[in-house]
T-cell receptor, first 111, second 114 residues
Framework: AQSVTQLGSHVSVSEGALVLLRCNYS??????LFWYVQYPNQGLQLLLK??????LVKGINGFEAEFKKSETSFHLTKPSAHMSDAAEYFC?????????FGTGTSLTVIP | DGGITQSPKYLFRKEGQNVTLSCEQN?????MYWYRQDPGQGLRLIYY???????QKGDIAEGYSVSREKKESFPLTVTSAQKNPTAFYLC?????????????FGPGTRLTVT
């Protein structure tokens, strides 16, 4: 079965600093990859997805992620953090009609 | 606007009672899903349905039941057999149950059982 690892359950950055949230997956076959964001007591909202087109994927709210097959990674980045980016972020992998979610990374933005 | 509706937002029940969580979608999606979310554990799949009148167990189906009588509705019943039912429950749907299609999520229902 697929597994998704998000390194760092909590990440803190200063407002205006680079955001880097890490995601690694276990599949030997390139899967389909997704990043979701969840604000407190809300559902998940899709940030971006990779479906074997360009390896650098741009999403909403200034986020982007790069698929690196050699590293089995799909890290999420944003050049400059905003206070409104404080939320929980989930990486997900889709393979064989199943979705596999990471355990999430809580992002805190320090003013 | 199309979307997924879950009601109620907050639900309180006494131990030993069954409770049904509502999930409705007007996206015309074929597949629907129920997840349970606990702090630090991510999302765990309870049940999913690819078509009306058919559904499959996910990773943690024990103590839960579902029905899919209509394409737009996928209610989840938390039975008294579920040992630790207090959690945040999320319903999702997708165009088809295939790898490339993202899942769309409802706002969730927070269930507290005392």
């Amino acid at each position: 079965a697929q597994s998704v690892t998000q390194l760092g359950s909590h990440v803190s950055v200063s407002e205006g600093a680079l955001v880097l949230l890490r995601c690694n997956y276990s599949s030997s076959v390139p899967p389909y990859l997704f990043w979701y964001v969840q604000y407190p007591n809300q559902g998940l909202q899709l940030l971006l997805k990779y479906t074997s087109a360009a390896t650098l994927v741009k999403g909403i709210n200034g986020f982007e992620a790069e698929f690196k097959k050699s590293e089995t990674s799909f890290h999420l980045t944003k050049p400059s953090a905003h206070m409104s980016d404080a939320a929980e972020y989930f990486c997900a992998v889709s393979e064989s009609n199943q979705f596999y979610f990471g355990t999430g990374t809580s992002l805190t933005v320090i003013p | 606007d199309g979307g997924i509706t879950q009601s109620p937002k907050y639900l309180f029940r006494k131990e030993g009672q069954n409770v049904t969580l509502s999930c409705e979608q007007n996206l015309n999606h074929d597949a629907m899903y129920w997840y349970r979310q606990d702090p630090g554990q991510g999302l765990r799949l309870i049940y999913y349905s690819q078509i009306v009148n058919d559904f499959q167990k996910g990773d943690i189906a024990e103590g839960y039941s579902v029905s899919r009588e209509k394409k737009e509705s996928f209610p989840l019943t938390v039975t008294s057999a579920q040992k630790n039912p207090t959690a945040f429950y999320l319903c999702a749907s997708s165009v088809q149950d295939t790898a490339t299609y993202e899942q769309y999520f409802g706002p969730g229902t927070r269930l507290t059982v005392t």
